[in-house]
Every structure is written in structure tokens, then in C-alpha cells.
């Protein structure tokens, strides 16, 4: 339980509140590549923030806000130029710094005017990586972004989904922390979901959790769990499950060896779900998946990696719960999410033994906001280049005997897998 | 750049406010004739009042507030009657001036009952001119309503377009003020929507300003231009363009292909401006005088974003939808404190002052600029428009008229539809 201050402190992220502080420290993902293929800009709220991303015609990815600084037009709908983007109203010209370099009528009542000197509209930094725009809203210099395995991995094809839910991003992060909610939310209800669709000859036994622990290290929090008949030596205590500080959670086969065996039915390498605080009441989900190549892929562009929306669960228009729409973890985890409204309240909760990774992840946030504070730089900060250039990690072994496996997860709505799926290479003979 | 204060002084339209007062000296279009041929009643919305227009069923017009003064059904269901609307509720009935005439159980108890003549709904006038409704939400006397050159003329075909576009008047009218937005939104920017289009064979130079002047006239704005290329001896110099005080552009000859017309920018609240694309066109051969109801009315689309930002490009080919999308995303008030005019903007600030005047004059007691009371300085309003706009003619031809007119339907009918 905390207090509507704590509550608040944890969840709030608009300028110059100490979780927005903290939240800005990171590089987000906004978008991917390929949604920028058919478009040249697009509309992007960030931390509380709108703003505009825009592709010149040079090929840059640029970010600034929303309204023209002369008479306020939205750039939405902006001229991109061989550098940077013009409004289209008067034609006032911005490059990636938000300096105004262009002022033509200006110029032509007077050639010597130096009007635009004085112009200078907000704008951050984008940078691409795995086919994901990655944007930074925090102090210079920028930290670097991150080598996380999921994005420098070589050898693998990506995909890329992407759901806005209508909560705050923390209900999504404290999920993680949460391993219980897998045997309830994704084995108990999802029998009563199959149940509901008459997939009868789905249902799954439940097992249910001995031990829960939860271990700090460099990068976040490690989760472990031994099921009813396991043991510390099965690899879900051994290895556990890593949850990257401050918003991702670390899914699929480890970083270290990509040639991993299909423990699936199906590969699938390093995967990331991150949570990006789009505003205190919604949160940009992203999947970011990362499948071993086999034979016949290409290396893609990052305009190549394919994009998607995994649908959000809506109750339907009586009220009632769409069980069709239910039936994978990636609808079953946001209809928790977005049902503990739009900002959980907290001061109403009752935390119990199940909850101890929630509590150590909120020390967690509260020590790094701290930090922030104080003037430095908070966990998963890298500045060094030698010590960013591939950061893997371990993730249990479990194998998973079930080719059901696809259909449990975000992995169902796969671009990538639908096509594999579709020439007959998804599952290894 | 404007405080918050100022910014909403000049923007805010509702009753008492500043701005809404100086509005309310003025007679506004709220529908054509022709949205009334097929309904006896209509909503509206002026100037932040909620109102119901209605036909009777001797053909008169008539604007009253929106529920009963009973038990508050809205009039929107209500029943026309030979004179005046009745609510459909318990029969209430009341004439034009929304006096209460008849509440028929009270009768029925009591026949020397006198408590109809205590209710009073609020009503206001309305007058027919050139095939639009007006009306006036002032101080009595009301003034008459000004005898612009279009709104006169005999031996033309007229049609009447309209927009619900979601942004404060201001916006739309100080676009009005501002010759350069043409080399750009009309002229630059158009030539990338061309590109989208996948129509580079319509993309052409862009036309520059050399220079650029206001004058104030006896009904409010002439804007002047010199383009590259061009001299004072043009048309865009000599004659200029006419903005009308309080609310309207003039556009166009109406001796040309594409007619004359005018923009109106009726403030419906803070938030939301009706937009009126009122058009004259020469007859040609076959066309005969139009009785009011049968000058068409036509929707003018607003483009719009899908839900992946992707822009509608096809609505933006012409200067009606580059003018909308510019308007409706400076927000739905522009945040004044936060623009940087230059000299580019020396009308909008001229225009401005001129608000801010006609304010003043309205706070004194006075009549505002295009007051007219006496009929014989009312007879016909010319506006000289440039009849030879240098301008328009080095833009790349590929816009009916430049505007609205691409859905005109005496255009589509004389020349097509505009397709890409």
C-alpha cells in the first residue's frame, strides 16, 4: 500500500516530476522505421510531451514540437527538405536542432535579417537502431543507447509490435516483477478463456509456484521460481528471467549463443517487451523480437523489419469481456493493465508474499530517482563506448515441448513468424 | 506575440465578453434556404449560444432558444405551425419573437388563464439574403443588413458551400491578412501534395513576393502585392484584395470562370467557426434566375489525419483544405504568447488593432465599422478585387478557382470533378 504521494511519485513522468526526471535519462522507442516508409512525419507523445517526428529527405529522422514558432501551424503536416522541415504556412525552415534556418520572406524585405537567429523550437535527438527510432528528452550530453542483445544481436531477422494502452506504464512494469500472475492470469484464466471459445482441447494443467525470489544485479532485477515437483536446479530458479531497469522486460533465448536450439517448437531469439510512458495515463507497449536466420533470409533494412499492432482488449458494447480477443499473453497481461485504471490506485492495494519483486522494484525506482537528483546518472547508464558494444543476457532454459507456444504470446500476431509459418520453416522437424 | 489576456480579448466570442459583443453587432449566415427544404427545424450554434432554427408553415423563419420554457424538451422535435413552433411535449406554441401564444390544458382548466403571457422564450431575428439565413444576436435596433456587392448582384447563379472547422474564428481570418501563406500553403506546400499525389507534372515554380501593403478602406482591409516578375502597375498592387470587417474575404471576379465569392467566418463559440463559402457565377446559356431555395448547398470536407498520421491528400489539392489544416492544427485557440510575428505578419497586426478598436467603439456605445441604419447609403457595396491577379496565374494551373470550388456543384456540373 502506499501513500497518494508515493503513488504518485512513482507514476507521474511529466517534466520535472522525479519520475519523469528519471524516465528522461533514457532513450524510448517512438516508432519504427517502416512506419516512416509511407509518411514523412508523424504525431509522437512522449513523457507527457507532443511532439513531431519527421524524416527528411536526406533520410534523417528529426523530433521537434508540434507548432510552427511564427504562427503556430502544426508540423504535422511539415515540407521535409533535403535537411530538416519546413512549415508549410509561411515556409520557415527548422533543422534537426529545432534552429530556425529559413525565414524566406524575411530575407526578402530585408537580405541582411537575423530574425531567425532568435528562433529556436524545442527539438531532441532520435536515433536508430534494430529498426526501432529511439528518442532522448533528457539533459546533454545524451547517454549512448544501449547495446542490449535484442537490438545489436547479429544473425537474426526482427519484427516489431506495438499496442497504446490506455494505463499508466508502471501497472505494465510491475507485471514483470510478478511471477505468480503466469500461473493465474496465463493458466487459469486463459483455460477459462479457452473454455469460453470451446477450445476444449486446450486446456492446460496448472502448476503451481513453490518459491519466488527476486536478486538485484547490474542491469535490473533477475526473477526466479521453482514449480510444484522442481528443484534449485532447474534453470527457471538457476537462470531466472531478467527485468531491465527501468521499463523492459527480457524475453525469449539468452544473448550468448543465437544458435539455440527451437526450445518453442519454434526459434525465437533475444525479445524485449519495453513500457514507454507516453503521458501518466498511457503507455506505448512494444515487442521487439529478434528471430534466428535460417536458411534463404536476407539481412533486413531497418525500413524492412516489419511492424504490427497485437490488438488491446476492449470489453465489448455490453460491457462484456471479447474472449476471442483474449487468447494470447499479450491481450491477457494489458487487460490486467489497463483494467487497474488509468493510474492503479495504490493507496487501495494489499501486497502479500506474491508481491516481493514489486516492492523491490519500487526501491529500486526510488533509489534511482534519488540518484537523478543528486546529479547522477542512474542505473543502465552508458557513457563508455568499450563497455556498450554488445550487452547479452543469460534468461532460463526451460524447453517448451508444446508448438502451441506461438499462439500464448505476442508471437502470434508475428509478421515474421506468419511468414515462416506460411512456407512451412516455423517448426524444426 | 500577444499575452494570454489579450489573446483572449480578441478570440473569446461568448455573451458579455469583449469580442462577443462587438460579433453581436453583426448579422451572421446560420444555414442556406436550401438545408431547410427538407426539415422544419435545424440546431445552431452562434457566438456560444445553442439555438433552433425552424420553418413555419407559412414559410417564415424563426431562431429560439432550444428548450421549452414548459419542461424543457428541445424545440429540435418541434412542430411547425402556420405561425410559430410548437413543442411537441404539451403543445406549447410560440411566435417569432418567442412569445408564448398557446398552452392548451391550461386553457382547457382555466379559458381566462393569462400564464402564457408571462413565458418568454428568448428569440432572435432572422432575414433571408441571397439564398442565406442571417441572423442578428445584438442590442435592438438591429442594423440592417449590409448590401454587399454578391449578395445584390441580379443575373448570376450562386451556391453555398460550408464547413464546421474546429478552431477559433481569428485564425481563420487572420489568415486572410496574410498574403505570404499563398507562395507557401497555396503554392509551395501544394506543390508537395502534388508529389504525394504522384502528379509531378503539375508541380510548378513558385511564385515570390517582392513586397507586400495593407491599407485601411471604408470597410475595413485591402491587401497589396508585388510578386517577382511583377510591377505596381498589376493588378495585385493597384486593386488589391478586400478583407470586409468584421468576418469576411472576398474573393475572385465574378466575371471570371470560377466566380466571386466570399469566406465567412461566423464564430459558433471559442472553440468552432462556421465557414461559409459563398460563390456568383456569370450565367451562361440554359441557366435561369434561382428562386433561394434552389441555390445549392454543399459540404466542404475537412482533411483529416488516419490513425497511422497519414495525411489526406486528395482534399488537400485545393486552397479550401490547405487553408482548413493550417487553421485547425494552430489549436483551438493559437497560443499567441507563443508566436513570433515578423513582416511577413504586418496585417494580421493591422487587423488586430482594427478588432481592438471596433471593441472600443462598441464599449463606448458606438456603432462598430459596416454599421448601416439608413437605407440609402445601403444600396450596393462594391469591392473592387483584382481582376488580373498576376499572382494566381503564375501558380501551377491545376486548382478549379483555387478553392471550395473543386465541390461547387454549379462547377462540377458546368466542368466535372476534379480528380487525380
Request: charged fraction near 25%.
Amino acid at each position: 500500500m502506499l501513500t497518494q504521494e508515493a503513488n504518485d511519485r512513482y507514476t507521474r513522468v511529466g517534466l520535472g516530476t522525479p519520475m519523469g526526471e528519471l524516465m528522461r535519462r533514457y532513450w524510448h522507442p517512438i516508432a519504427a522505421v517502416s512506419q516512416m516508409n509511407d509518411k514523412a512525419t508523424k504525431k509522437v507523445r512522449l513523457l507527457g510531451e507532443d511532439l513531431i517526428l519527421y524524416k527528411d529527405r536526406s533520410g534523417t529522422f528529426g523530433l521537434v514540437e508540434p507548432h510552427c514558432a511564427h504562427r503556430r501551424m502544426n508540423m504535422i503536416y511539415g515540407i521535409p527538405e533535403q535537411n530538416g522541415l519546413r512549415c508549410p504556412y509561411h515556409g520557415w525552415l527548422y533543422d534537426a536542432t529545432g534552429q530556425c534556418i529559413e525565414q524566406p520572406y524575411e530575407e526578402t524585405e530585408d537580405p541582411d535579417a537575423r530574425f531567425k537567429d532568435k528562433i529556436q523550437m524545442k527539438a531532441y535527438p532520435v536515433e536508430q537502431k534494430a529498426g526501432v527510432l529511439f528518442a532522448y528528452l533528457g539533459p546533454q550530453p545524451a547517454p549512448l543507447l544501449p547495446n542490449w542483445d535484442v537490438y545489436a544481436a547479429d544473425g537474426v531477422l526482427r519484427d516489431i509490435g506495438y499496442a497504446e494502452l490506455p494505463c499508466n506504464w508502471l501497472q505494465c512494469q510491475e507485471n514483470s516483477l510478478d511471477p505468480v500472475h503466469l500461473e493465474w492470469l496465463h493458466v487459469a484464466w486463459a483455460n477459462y478463456i479457452r473454455e469460453q471459445n470451446g477450445e476444449f482441447d486446450q486446456i492446460k494443467a496448472v502448476r503451481a509456484h513453490k518459491v519466488i525470489h527476486f536478486d538485484n544485479f547490474e542491469y535490473g532485477i533477475i526473477k526466479r521460481r521453482i514449480w510444484e515437483g522442481g528443484s534449485e536446479d532447474d534453470t527457471e530458479w538457476k537462470d531466472g528471467h531478467p527485468i531491465v531497469f527501468p521499463h523492459m522486460l527480457r524475453q525469449g533465448s539468452d544473448g550468448f549463443n543465437l544458435e539455440a536450439p527451437a526450445r518453442w517448437g519454434f526459434r525465437l531469439g533475444p525479445a524485449f517487451q519495453v513500457r514507454v510512458p507516453i503521458d501518466d495515463y498511457t503507455t506505448g507497449h512494444w515487442w521487439i523480437n529478434c528471430y534466428p536466420m535460417i536458411d534463404g533470409d536476407g539481412e533486413q533494412r531497418p525500413e524492412d523489419i516489419p511492424f504490427y499492432n497485437p490488438p488491446v482488449p476492449m470489453l465489448d458494447e455490453n460491457e462484456q469481456p471479447v474472449f476471442q480477443s483474449l487468447r494470447s499473453n499479450s491481450s491477457q497481461d494489458p487487460a490486467a493493465w489497463i483494467t487497474q485504471g488509468g493510474i492503479a490506485d495504490r493507496t487501495g492495494e494489499h501486497l502479500g508474499r506474491s508481491d516481493k519483486g514489486v516492492i523491490q522494484f519500487r526501491q529500486m525506482l526510488e533509489e534511482n530517482m534519488r540518484l537523478v537528483e543528486e546529479g547522477q546518472d542512474p542505473m543502465c547508464t552508458f557513457r563508455d563506448p568499450e563497455k556498450n558494444q554488445y550487452i547479452p543476457f543469460m534468461t532460463e532454459q526451460a524447453q517448451y515441448a508444446d508448438t502451441s507456444a506461438r499462439q500464448g504470446a505476442a508471437t502470434m500476431y508475428s509478421p515474421i513468424l506468419d511468414a515462416r509459418e506460411a512456407a512451412g520453416t516455423l517448426y524444426e522437424k | 506575440m500577444l499575452t494570454i489576456e489579450q489573446n483572449d480579448r480578441i478570440t473569446r466570442v461568448g455573451p458579455s465578453t469583449p469580442m462577443g459583443e462587438l460579433m453581436r453587432r453583426y448579422w451572421h449566415p446560420i444555414a442556406a434556404v436550401s438545408q431547410m427544404n427538407d426539415k422544419a427545424t435545424k440546431k445552431i450554434r452562434l457566438l456560444g449560444e445553442d439555438l433552433i432554427l425552424y420553418k413555419d408553415r407559412s414559410g417564415a423563419f424563426g431562431l429560439i432558444e432550444p428548450h421549452c420554457a414548459h419542461r424543457r424538451m428541445n424545440m429540435i422535435y418541434g412542430i411547425p405551425e402556420e405561425s410559430g413552433l410548437r413543442c411537441p411535449y404539451h403543445g406549447w406554441l410560440y411566435d417569432a419573437t418567442g412569445q408564448c401564444i398557446e398552452q392548451p390544458y391550461e386553457e382547457t382548466e382555466d379559458p381566462d388563464a393569462r400564464f402564457k403571457d408571462k413565458i418568454q422564450m428568448k428569440a432572435y431575428p432572422v432575414e433571408e439574403q441571397a439564398g442565406l439565413l442571417m441572423a442578428y444576436l445584438g442590442p435592438q435596433p438591429a442594423p440592417l443588413k449590409p448590401a454587399w456587392d454578391l449578395f445584390q448582384m441580379g443575373d448570376v447563379v450562386r451556391d453555398i458551400g460550408y464547413a464546421q472547422v474546429d478552431c477559433n474564428y481569428l485564425q481563420v481570418m487572420e489568415n486572410s491578412l496574410d498574403p505570404i501563406h499563398v507562395e507557401w500553403l497555396h503554392n509551395y506546400w501544394a506543390n508537395y501534395v502534388m508529389e504525394q499525389l504522384g502528379r509531378d507534372d503539375l508541380v510548378g515554380d513558385r511564385a515570390r513576393h517582392e513586397k507586400i501593403h495593407f491599407e485601411r478602406t471604408n470597410h475595413g482591409i485591402v491587401k497589396r502585392r508585388v510578386v517577382v516578375g511583377g510591377s505596381e502597375a498589376d493588378d495585385d498592387w493597384k486593386v488589391g484584395h478586400p478583407i470586409v470587417f468584421p468576418n469576411m474575404l472576398r474573393q475572385g471576379t465574378f466575371s471570371s470562370r470560377a466566380g466571386g465569392g466570399f469566406q465567412i467566418r461566423v464564430p459558433l463559440d471559442d472553440y468552432t467557426t462556421g465557414h461559409w463559402w459563398f460563390r456568383c457565377y456569370q450565367m451562361v446559356e440554359g441557366d435561369q434566375p434561382q428562386a433561394s431555395e434552389h441555390i445549392p448547398f454543399y459540404q466542404v470536407p475537412v482533411p483529416q489525419l488516419d490513425a497511422e498520421d497519414r495525411a489526406e491528400w486528395e482534399k488537400l489539392d485545393n486552397n479550401s483544405g490547405q487553408d482548413l489544416v493550417a487553421w485547425v492544427t494552430q489549436g483551438g485557440i493559437a497560443d499567441r504568447e507563443k508566436e513570433n510575428l515578423g513582416r511577413s505578419d504586418r496585417g494580421v497586426i493591422l487587423y488586430r488593432q482594427m478588432l481592438e478598436e471596433n471593441m472600443q467603439i462598441v464599449a463606448d456605445g458606438g456603432d462598430p465599422l459596416n454599421t448601416f441604419r439608413d437605407p440609402a447609403t445601403n444600396e450596393f457595396h462594391e469591392l473592387p478585387t483584382e481582376s488580373d491577379a498576376r499572382f494566381t496565374k503564375m501558380g501551377p494551373a491545376r486548382q478549379r478557382g483555387g478553392a471550395a470550388t473543386k465541390y461547387s456543384p454549379i462547377m462540377i456540373e458546368r466542368e466535372g470533378v476534379v480528380k487525380y
